[in-house]
T-cell receptor, first 117, second 111 residues
Framework: AQKITQTQPGMFVQEKEAVTLDCTYD???????LFWYKQPSSGEMIFLIY??????QNATEGRYSLNFQKARKSANLVISASQLGDSAMYFC??????????????FGTGTRLQVTL | DARVTQTPRHKVTEMGQEVTMRCQPI?????VFWYRQTMMQGLELLAY????????DSGMPKDRFSAEMPDATLATLKIQPSEPRDSAVYFC?????????FGPGTRLTVL
């Protein structure tokens, strides 16, 4: 079975600073993908970034980067130059790529990020 | 700007009533997912379809829930009869390969 662990229920960061949101995962499957989603107070789920288990480089998307450490089974999200609009709930998720079950996501419990002035 | 749409956005109903939630996936996406989000359980996968065929609905209570894709532009999730414990936000998502794009969700309250 797959499991995603987010140990930080809440985080505070000052505007313009960088913040790291932690995510560890557990799977015995060698082929998997890791995702981060943002859920603002409006409730929608917004895809942020994706990292494949065989990708050689860490994924980056604008101010978001994924610090992928395969041996430690961690996939931390780094947000640089935080903005007030980054205040939201952030979910880490994993997709195990195996026959017949591709694309199903398992989510962590989320981290609530609050950006302050 | 292609988006997943869901209707209704909010639904309040009484216990025992039938509830139908609808989802229009992004045109061209071949995989559709239904998730449920509650404070207690977080985000749970209920069912998903690929090319309109159900691949996995093990997360769905079979006695009262049903999910269908009558065509490529419509996915439905039905609860009959509804119970107060079904109160949650139900998300539909669609995708092609790695990414999943979520709809705005249907907030269901069962009294």
């Amino acid at each position: 079975a797959q499991k995603i662990t987010q140990t930080q229920p809440g985080m505070f960061v000052q505007e313009k600073e960088a913040v790291t949101l932690d995510c560890t995962y557990d799977t015995s499957d060698p082929s998997y993908g890791l995702f981060w989603y943002k859920q603002p107070s409006s409730g929608e789920m917004i895809f942020l970034i994706y990292q494949g288990s065989y990708d050689q480089q860490n994924a980056t998307e604008g101010r978001y980067s994924l610090n992928f450490q395969k041996a430690r089974k961690s996939a931390n999200l780094v947000i640089s130059a935080s903005q007030l609009g980054d205040s939201a709930m952030y979910f880490c998720a994993m997709r195990v790529i195996s026959t017949g079950t591709a694309s199903k996501l398992t989510f962590g419990t989320g981290t609530r990020l609050q950006v302050t002035l | 700007d292609a988006r997943v749409t869901q209707t209704p956005r909010h639904k309040v109903t009484e216990m025992g009533q039938e509830v139908t939630m609808r989802c229009q996936p992004i045109l061209g996406h071949n995989t559709v997912f239904w998730y449920r989000q509650t404070m207690m359980q977080g985000l749970e996968l209920l069912a998903y379809f690929r090319n309109r065929a159900p691949l996995d609905d093990s997360g769905m209570p079979k006695d009262r829930f049903s999910a269908e894709m009558p065509d490529a532009t419509l996915a439905t999730l039905k609860i009959q009869p509804s119970e107060p414990r079904d109160s949650a936000v139900y998300f539909c998502a669609s995708g092609l390969s790695n990414e999943q794009f979520f709809g705005p969700g249907t907030r269901l309250t069962v009294l």
